[in-house]
C-alpha cells in the first residue's frame, strides 16, 4: 500500500486548471503501472488540496494505491476525503469493514441453465396465487417465487464453492503431510486423486461465477485468472456504494434507512392505483370479452423461434448488399445504416412527444440525403463510401 500526499496526479481531471505538467504525470502514471497498483476510488470529494486563494487552484494529490493482493484481502474498503478543517489538505479516511448492505440479492447464475433440472425447476416454481388479477403484480410475484425457487436449487445443487475448495485443500494438505511418513492405502490415493479432479471442476465455476459478477464481456475464456474478476466486482461495488444521504436536513448513514427513503421518494415519483370513479360496462357496449389466460402460460419452442421484424431487414440488407461490387459494399453499409439511424431517432420523437424533432417522409428523406451529402464533403467514410455515392448519383 502506497498512501499520503503524493504532490503528482494522473489524470488532467485531477486539477481544476489546465496547468499541467504531462512529462511527470506519464512518470507518476509509470511508476503505478510498472509497480502494479491500483488507486483506491475515493467517495464524496474530487480535490484533495487547494491553495486557500482567490483564484483557487484545486488538485487531487493526496491518494491511497493498493496491490490486487490487499484488494482482495480486504474487499470491505471504502475511502472518504473529510473536512479540511485548518489545513490545506482534505484528511482521507480508510475503512477496511465498510457497512456495505450484508443482504444479499438474488443472481441469476449463468451455468444453471447447462445443469439438470433447471427448466423444470422454472415450470414449478412460474405458479401465482389465482387472487392475484393486477398483471404488474402478477409479473412480480411469478419473479420472486422462481427467484426463490432457483437460489434454493442452486444452494442444493452447488452449494457454497468457496467452502467445499476450502475442505478439500484441507484434506488434500492432509493426506500430503501423510505421504511424507508412509505410504498411502489405495483408497486414500484414490480420494486424493478424486479430490484433485473436483478441485479443477470447482476452481472453473468459481471463475465462470466471479467472470459473471465483473461485467468484462470483452476477454476471452481462458485470458484472465478469478483475482481480476474479483477485482473488478469488488471495485465496481465499491464504486457504487453511498456512504450516506441527507433527507429532510437529516444525515442519514444507517443502511435501512436509506432503502426506506429511497423507497419512499419512489412511491411518491410513481404514485399508487387509485379506485376509477367512472368504469366502461362492455356488456351494455356489446363487445365480448378476450380470454388473455394463455399468455401466462410458457413459451413454446415454435413462439420463441418466431422471425422478428429485424430478421426480416437484415435478410434485405444481405441480399441487397450482394448485388454491389466489393469496392462499395462499405459505402452501402454506411447509406443503410444511416437510414435506420434516422428512422430510430424519429420513433423515439414520437414516443416521447418530442414535436420539435419530428418530421414528414419527404423532410426526413432531405434530411438523410443532406446528412449523407455533408458526410461526403468531409471526408467521411473513406473512399469506398464516396465511391458509392458517385454510383448512386449523391453528388
Not at 64 to 75: A, F, H
Not at 93 to 118: D, M, Q
Not at 133 to 152: E, I, S
Not at 292 to 302: C, H, I, K, P, V
Request: hydrophobic share 40%.
Amino acid at each position: 500500500m502506497v498512501l499520503g500526499d503524493v504532490n503528482m496526479i494522473l489524470r488532467a481531471e485531477e486539477k481544476n486548471n489546465t496547468n499541467l505538467n504531462r512529462s511527470m504525470m506519464r512518470r507518476f502514471k509509470a511508476f503505478v503501472d510498472n509497480n502494479e497498483l491500483k488507486e483506491l476510488y475515493m467517495h464524496g470529494r474530487r480535490f484533495t488540496w487547494s491553495n486557500e486563494r482567490e483564484n483557487v487552484v484545486m488538485t487531487k494529490i493526496d491518494r491511497v494505491l493498493v496491490s490486487v493482493d490487499w484488494e482482495l484481502y480486504y474487499p470491505d474498503v471504502l475511502l472518504q476525503a473529510l473536512s479540511t478543517n485548518i489545513s490545506d489538505h482534505a484528511p482521507l479516511h480508510l475503512s477496511t469493514a465498510a457497512p456495505f448492505c450484508a443482504k444479499k440479492r438474488f443472481r441469476f447464475e449463468l451455468y444453471w441453465t447447462r445443469l439438470e433440472g433447471f427448466e423444470q425447476v422454472v415450470q414449478e416454481a412460474w405458479v401465482c396465487a389465482e387472487e392475484i388479477t393486477d398483471p404488474f403484480k402478477r409479473l412480480d410475484a411469478l419473479l420472486r417465487n422462481t427467484a426463490v425457487a432457483l437460489q434454493a436449487w442452486g444452494q442444493r445443487t452447488t452449494g457454497n464453492i468457496k467452502i467445499q475448495i476450502a475442505i478439500a485443500n484441507y484434506v488434500i494438505l492432509r493426506l500430503d503431510k501423510a505421504m511424507e511418513s508412509r505410504a498411502l492405502t489405495w483408497l486414500e490415493r484414490w480420494l486424493r486423486r478424486s479430490l484433485k479432479h473436483t478441485m479443477l471442476g470447482l476452481a472453473s465455476l468459481q471463475r465462470t461465477i466471479e467472470r459473471q459478477r465483473s461485467r468484462l464481456k470483452w476477454i476471452k475464456e481462458g485470458d484472465a485468472n478469478t483475482k481480476l474478476f474479483q477485482a473488478v466486482a469488488n471495485g465496481r461495488r465499491c464504486k457504487n456504494f453511498i456512504p450516506h444521504i441527507r433527507h429532510n436536513g437529516e444525515l442519514i448513514t444507517d443502511q435501512v434507512r436509506k432503502e426506506e427513503i429511497f423507497s419512499e421518494v419512489y412511491e411518491r415519483l410513481l404514485g399508487q392505483a387509485n379506485a376509477r370513479e367512472v368504469e366502461v360496462d362492455l356488456d351494455f357496449i356489446g363487445l365480448e370479452g378476450i380470454d388473455l389466460s394463455e399468455l401466462d402460460g410458457m413459451f413454446t419452442e415454435e413462439e420463441a423461434t418466431i422471425p422478428v421484424a429485424q430478421d426480416h431487414l437484415l435478410d434485405w440488407w444481405l441480399a441487397q448488399r450482394a448485388r454491389w461490387s466489393r469496392d462499395v459494399k462499405r459505402g452501402f453499409d454506411t447509406v443503410v445504416i444511416a437510414v435506420i439511424w434516422a428512422l430510430w431517432k424519429q420513433r423515439n420523437a414520437r414516443v416521447f412527444n418530442r414535436t420539435n424533432q419530428q418530421l414528414n417522409a419527404p423532410e426526413l428523406a432531405s434530411s438523410v440525403i443532406g446528412e449523407l451529402k455533408e458526410w461526403k464533403a468531409a471526408g467521411l467514410g473513406g473512399g469506398r463510401f464516396s465511391g458509392f455515392c458517385e454510383t448512386v448519383g449523391l453528388h
